[in-house]
T-cell receptor, first 114, second 114 residues
Framework: NAGVTQTPKFQVLKTGQSMTLQCAQD?????MYWYRQDPGMGLRLIYY???????DKGEVPNGYNVSRLNKREFSLRLESAAPSQTSVYFC?????????????FGAGTRLSVL | AQSVAQPEDQVNVAEGNPLTVKCTYS??????LFWYVQYPNRGLQFLLK??????LVKGSYGFEAEFNKSQTSFHLKKPSALVSDSALYFC????????????FGAGTRLFVKA
């Protein structure tokens, strides 16, 4: 079972470059999420999609955009990368919204912005 | 605002000894509480959750957690630690206050010595 698949696993960007992080889930989940993980800060929600066709801002949305392409796929775009966006990015999905539902995570994308 | 605190950055325990990883939370109304584990270079994996009912929740890999409403705590425990339990552990909470969005703690690194 693939679960949640993220690509790429690693990426190095120069300041000002753009890139898209891809995420796909095969569990027929309605809700999908993008988090960033920084040392000592846990996971912070960037954007989420409660269901296909909807997206909402999370705790730290500035500098990011998202697209819920279909029920399976949820991409995260950095239009003009900044060193402050150096982080590990995780995509997750859940059967329905947050609250009582378990979230399933991908393996992460390690991004360095120079 | 809802919040979750993991007061220890690191917990060290000898193999075979009991372990406790602490978590306290603040949320309006009844909380939904979770523990996740992260192994190196992997995404988070669900361990257990408390929604309602019995205050002692049993989860994967022999872990359990006790919900204590009066102390607003949800400590993770295991009677006998294994070296393979060494990982980063995250407590998470959601509730009415935050619109049922999930908030993650900063994480506690567990080292189990052989």
């Amino acid at each position: 079972n693939a679960g949640v698949t993220q690509t790429p696993k690693f990426q190095v960007l120069k300041t000002g470059q753009s890139m898209t992080l891809q995420c796909a889930q095969d569990m027929n989940h309605n809700s999908m999420y993008w988090y960033r993980q920084d040392p000592g800060m846990g996971l912070r929600l960037i954007y989420y999609s409660a269901s296909e066709g909807t997206t909402d801002k999370g705790e730290v949305p500035n500098g990011y955009n998202v697209s819920r392409l279909n029920k399976r796929e949820f991409s995260l775009r950095l239009e003009s990368a900044a060193p402050s966006q150096t982080s590990v990015y995780f995509c997750a999905s859940s059967e329905a919204g947050q609250g009582r539902n378990i979230q399933y995570f991908g393996a992460g994308t390690r991004l360095s912005v120079l | 605002a809802q919040s979750v605190a993991q007061p220890e950055d690191q917990v060290n325990v000898a193999e075979g000894n009991p372990l406790t990883v602490k978590c306290t939370y603040s949320v309006s109304g009844n909380p939904y509480l979770f523990w996740y584990v992260q192994y190196p270079n992997r995404g988070l994996q669900f361990l257990l959750k408390y929604i309602t009912g019995d205050n002692l929740v049993k989860g994967s890999y022999g872990f359990e957690a006790e919900f204590n409403k009066s102390q607003t705590s949800f400590h993770l425990k295991k009677p006998s630690a294994l070296v393979s339990d060494s990982a980063l552990y995250f407590c998470a909470v959601s509730g009415h206050t935050g619109g049922f969005k999930t908030i993650f703690g900063a994480g506690t690194r567990l080292f189990v010595k052989a």
